[in-house]
């Protein structure tokens, strides 16, 4: 049985920081591309940052990009998402997801998610 199970959400002023983690069982990460996407309220889940399988490449939506940073440890089969420079705008639940055979970022492709954990960021 696959899970994905996400910590490290939680509140932090404007600017501050916060590191996120998921955690993997029933799937072993290196042979997956692993993606961190978020779901505001009102709005669609969209894609934050992702990981290719081979660990070479990431990919971040410009939002995001020179503040976030994702991360895999092959050993511990996690990955995480260190988010810097925090903005309001960032207050969503952010979701792990994995995706074996797509090689594309799109929500509906990814083959597992975890439940979310939530970060709200204060102005």
């Known amino acids: 049985q696959v899970q994905l199970v996400e910590s490290g959400g939680g509140l932090v002023q404007a600017g501050g920081s916060l590191r996120l983690s998921c955690a993997a069982s029933g799937v072993v990460l290196r042979f997956y591309d692993s993606g961190w996407f978020r779901q505001a309220p009102g709005k669609e889940r969209e894609f934050v940052g992702g990981?290719?399988?081979?660990?070479?490449?990431?990919y971040y939506t410009d939002s995001v990009k020179g503040r976030f940073t994702i991360s895999r440890d092959n050993a511990k089969n996690m990955v995480d998402l260190q988010m810097n420079s925090l903005k309001p705008e960032d207050t969503a639940v952010y979701y792990c997801?994995?995706?074996?055979?797509?090689?594309?970022?799109?929500?509906?492709?990814?083959?597992?998610w975890g439940k979310g954990t939530l970060v709200t960021v204060s102005s």
């Open positions: 997801a994995v995706d074996r055979r797509s090689s594309t970022w799109r929500p509906d492709a990814m083959d597992y």
């Open positions: 990981i290719r399988w081979s660990g070479d490449s990431t």
